[in-house]
């Protein structure tokens, strides 16, 4: 596969400890096949940039809509107004507003911009057992990008993860293999019906990926989002264990409690939050969903 030097990105975080061992630099890709309803990083699922309006922030001096070149603004109630179908994603607009109630989701990067982000904190990962985890949207929807990157980092001897939903060519995943350490591998729903309403795809090459990762014996680690109601039903939970001792027997399985931190970027984005009523689940049912898990042999972790 050749490289490609230029992607697009939401984040990079540094210092994170939740996302792989030790402490990590966590770079978004932006850009993801699947339109998961309880997603809590809709800014990232678009590979192109993407306008948000903070309201709280907004001062109300209209300079932005003075300075937009495709009168893609205007004042309405609440505040600053977005017409999603002129505006070109300039930027010229966060710009002028120094209040940051207007900013973009997404930048290009080169891989060398990244590295050198990664490589100040090259002294953490070495003494914490840390390193770098390519996390998005879909990290692999980048496919050559993140390849670069991920041999970028195992010519510093960085250790690496990688946080999938693994919906993406085989070929890429089989080319990241040598280049990556740990592999956390999204497994929402098993039926594939289901899987289609609430994430927008099938989970056909999920589940064939995950288990040709299996075979070719990476370091995976399964990461099931638990959504009340939607994937946290006996059905589910019945078909993912019997998925799992089949494919997989003993794998760690993180079980990652539904919230809603996400909830309030929609409006910035001006899409739908369709889980608005939906309640994460309580402390005693995801103790009881790990029971389960952990009594056909997976250990199991709550929350990372
Ligand atoms: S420039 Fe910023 S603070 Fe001023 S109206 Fe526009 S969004 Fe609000
Ligand atoms: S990003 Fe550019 S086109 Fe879009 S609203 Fe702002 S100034 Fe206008």
Redesign the pocket.
């Known amino acids: 596969m050749n490289t490609k030097n230029e992607g697009v990105i939401s984040e990079i975080e540094r210092y994170a400890i939740k996302d792989g061992p030790g402490i990590r630099t966590v770079v978004f890709l932006k850009g993801c096949p699947l339109k998961c309803r309880w997603c809590a990083n809709p800014e990232t699922q678009k590979s192109i940039y993407q306008l948000m ?1 903070w309201p709280n ?9 003075l ?1 937009c070149p495709n009168n893609a ?1 205007s ?1 309405g109630n609440p ?2 107004q977005i017409c999603r179908a002129d505006c070109a994603s300039c930027g010229a ?1 966060t710009q ?7 900013t973009m989701a997404g930048q290009h990067k080169t891989a060398d911009e990244i590295m050198q982000i990664i490589l100040k904190d090259l002294p953490y990962y070495q003494t914490s057992g840390g390193g770098v985890t390519f996390s998005g949207g879909e990290a692999a929807s980048q496919g050559e990008f993140l390849c670069k990157l991920a041999k970028e980092c195992k010519k510093h001897r960085i250790s690496t993860c990688i946080e999938t939903c693994g919906y993406a060519k085989w070929e890429i995943f089989c080319e990241l293999l040598p280049y990556i350490d740990y592999f956390f591998y999204d497994l929402k729903i098993i039926d594939e019906k289901d899987h289609m309403t609430y994430t927008g795809v099938s989970n056909k090459l999920i589940l064939d990926n995950f288990s040709r990762l299996i075979q070719a014996k990476a370091d995976v680690t399964v990461r099931i989002p638990v959504i009340p109601g939607i994937n946290n039903t006996q059905k589910n939970v019945e078909q993912t264990i019997r998925f799992l001792l089949e494919q997989a027997p003993g794998c760690p399985v993180s079980l990652l409690p539904y919230h809603r931190l996400g909830a309030s970027k929609y409006d910035k984005l001006d899409m739908e939050y369709t889980l608005a009523e939906l309640a994460p689940p309580s402390e005693k049912e995801m103790f009881q969903l790990k029971e389960q898990f952990v009594s056909f042999g997976f250990p199991v972790r709550i929350g990372e």
Do not use: P, V
């Open positions: 309006y922030r907004c001062i109300a001096c209209k300079q932005c809509i300075e603004l004042w505040g600053i607009c002028i507003c120094n209040s940051q109630a207007l």
